[in-house]
């Protein structure tokens, strides 16, 4: 049987054992609503406990990235046992309120921060339910971005939440539910059509806005408790280890220029960035070398390699040839042009301790590139799919992403703005970091083809720690 017959069939059996009616009731708040729901009764029905998880788990929650499930109390709480143990991912319980003895704590279980919990919900109106229980794992540093929901009003708790940073996924939306209702002649059109305006005309207001803490002004060492990555929870403690975000992008062509510029600088850096195929005398020997400074002044590698092609080919790209970066890469860039699959082939490597971060390019530093804001918010939104695999993005504003847990990598930068005469455009410090929201900031030119890099690096250092700091000071925004 197919989902939408299942869907169907689950609505009729809510009907039917009542847990949607349709008349006339007063509401809490003491308004008149032409429909009720009252979830609460499934409990006595194994049978639409049993299909209502099921179509979670298989509509909602089968191919997402998650460890912990957690329901909103209290009618959510069996479904998220049942699908807790279907999913075989442990559950959290959100208390109503804190124990009034021994510890205060919220939420009951087991979880460490930086895991990533997916909310239960019966019903959704104006989110705020949901929201409450978002903001109490939120604070135990939980990241919360999906809510599984069996049915959403479509009362504007969507809109809500969704300004909260959560992306809700219904099983039902009242139209869907009022369309089945009426085809099978559960309901009259009447009935259809004075719910449906109900519904127009009884918005939920906007819920207050508690976003969690702004990443401006988080420090690196919060933050590398709020990512699920483990390789930006690595980059963001080299950085407040080194008090460093200077990445130095080595465009050169001969690998003992890259080594030898590397051995002076490399105390001065959290990463180095490198095209490997414009290399013209590579060979493993350089890859082993470069490895052993990387280890010596504790700096990651990122290969800019920029996959863009299908799943498939990508992980080869990735893996094989002449290059074999997943053998020495500690992470690499990607376009998220071709969608998920570019994702699935570079999270495709044989397990081992490199080569699992990905940072996605949202945007580019180029004059006239062409993406647009539809594109970066699917970029963005395809990283919170993954987010054990992907450690942040390559973009030019503080806008584009708001999870604490990723990391912001900047190019185009230089102590003066300019640009070079391939379309480069190049920001200050102060502009990429105090304004734009850069973390780790990307510089080639401005250092590699100075007289004295090693001096250049140092200024640069410098630069970028005092913008940095002056950022999450907050002072001056
Ligand atoms: O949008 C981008 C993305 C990247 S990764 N703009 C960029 O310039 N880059 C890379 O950053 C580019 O490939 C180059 O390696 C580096 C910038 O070098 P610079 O010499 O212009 O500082």
Known sequence: MDIDTKLEELALKLFQIDAIKFGEFLTKSGIKTPVYFDLRVIVSYPD????????????????RDYNLIC?????????????SVQAKKPMLMRRKEAKSYGTKKMIEGHYKAGQICIIIEDVVTSGSSVLETTNDLRKEGL????????????????????ENDIQ?????????????????GKISKDVAINVKQYIRDNKAPPT???????????????????????????????????????????????STSILNLLEKIGAHICMVKTHVDIIEDFTWDFVMRLKELAERYNF???????????????SLQHQKGLFRIAEWADCVTSHSLPGEGVLKGLAAVPAGPTSRGVFLLAEMSSEGNLITQEYKDVTVSMAARYPHLVMGFVCQNKDTFKDPGFIQLTPGVRLESSRDDMGQVYNTPEKVIVENGADVIVVGRGIVTSKSPETEALIYKDALWRCYEKRVSGKLL
């Open 168 to 184: 809700i996924k219904s099983l039902f939306t009242m139209s869907t539910l009022l369309e089945i209702l009426s085809r099978n």
């Open 71 to 83: 329901g909103v109390p209290y009618t959510a709480l069996p479904i998220a046992t049942l699908l």
């Open 48 to 63: 639409v406990m049993e299909l209502t998880s099921s179509l979670l788990f298989n509509f909602a929650m089968k191919d």
């Open 208 to 254: 207050e806005n508690k976003k969690f803490e702004h990443r401006m002004f988080l420090p690196f060492e919060k933050r590398a408790e709020l990512s699920s990555n483990m390789l930006a929870k690595r980059l963001f403690n080299i950085m407040a280890t080194k008090k460093t975000n200077l990445c130095v992008s080595v465009d050169i062509t001969s």
């Open 143 to 162: 990241k919360v971005n999906d809510a599984i929901i069996i049915l959403d009003r479509e009362q504007g708790g969507k809109k809500n939440l969704s």
């Open 300 to 314: 990651m590698i990122l290969e800019d390699r920029k996959f863009a092609d299908i799943g498939n080919t990508v």
